[in-house]
């Protein structure tokens, strides 16, 4: 059974970093493309980035591109997204989710999103919140 936990959230100032952690168990992270998304209170979840396998391509979301940086480290089937300048838009909760493809599935308009809806798995997120 896979499962996605999330974890390196927490309370910053406007201007901080955090980095967020994705553990993935029962899944060899390796062969798969790892996503982020966020979801603020009363707005819609938002592909915030995305990492391919093998080929090292990563995508980001227009908010966040230039300040967050996606990353995995294969041996330790993890997942990071180092967030820094932070904003107090940023605020939200953040989800890792794989629908164990390769690649990332970037759409026009939908942006960064999961193309296999029946082998998705979502962890349960980490709790962001950007204030003064």
């Known amino acids: 059974q896979v499962h996605l936990v999330e974890s390196g959230g927490g309370a910053v100032q406007p201007g901080g970093s955090l980095r967020l952690s994705c553990t993935v168990s029962?899944?060899?992270?390796?062969?798969?493309?790892i996503a982020w998304f966020r979801q603020a209170p009363g707005k819609e979840r938002e592909g915030v980035s995305c990492a391919n396998a093998g080929d090292g391509r990563t995508f980001y979301a227009d908010s966040v591109r230039g300040r967050f940086t996606i990353s995995r480290d294969n041996a330790e089937n993890t997942s990071y997204l180092q967030m820094d300048s932070l904003k107090p838009e940023d605020t939200a909760r953040y989800y890792c989710a794989t629908d164990r493809e390769m690649t990332c599935t970037v759409r026009p308009g939908t942006g960064i999103t999961l193309d296999n809806k029946y082998l998705e798995v979502w962890g349960q997120g980490t709790l962001v919140t950007v204030s003064s």
């Open positions: 029962g899944l060899t992270l390796e062969y798969y493309a």
